[in-house]
């Protein structure tokens, strides 16, 4: 629920080239992708890792 509408980073569990693109979608066995080059149905037993692309905001405190 977290990442729906973020853009991750997914590293498969076979290796190869990373998936980064904006998660559109997903159900219990399945994550929906956009990617630069289009849609990708991912399987999630297939996944090893997935990464928040986007840096988290710093917070600021006001000084004494």
Do not use: C, S, W
């Given at each position: 629920p977290?990442?729906?509408?973020?853009?991750?980073t997914?590293?498969?569990?076979?290796?190869?080239?990373?998936?980064?693109?904006?998660v559109?979608?997903?159900?219990?066995?399945?994550?929906?992708?956009?990617?630069?080059?289009?849609?990708?149905l991912?399987f999630?037993?297939?996944i090893?890792?997935?990464?928040?692309?986007?840096?988290?905001?710093?917070i600021f405190?006001?000084?004494d």
């Amino acid at each position: 629920p977290k990442l729906k509408g973020k853009k991750v980073t997914i590293r498969l569990a076979t290796g190869g080239q990373p998936i980064t693109g904006i998660v559109e979608g997903y159900n219990p066995y399945e994550i929906l992708i956009k990617t630069v080059k289009g849609q990708l149905l991912v399987f999630k037993h297939a996944i090893a890792v997935i990464e928040p692309v986007d840096t988290p905001q710093p917070i600021f405190t006001m000084k004494d």
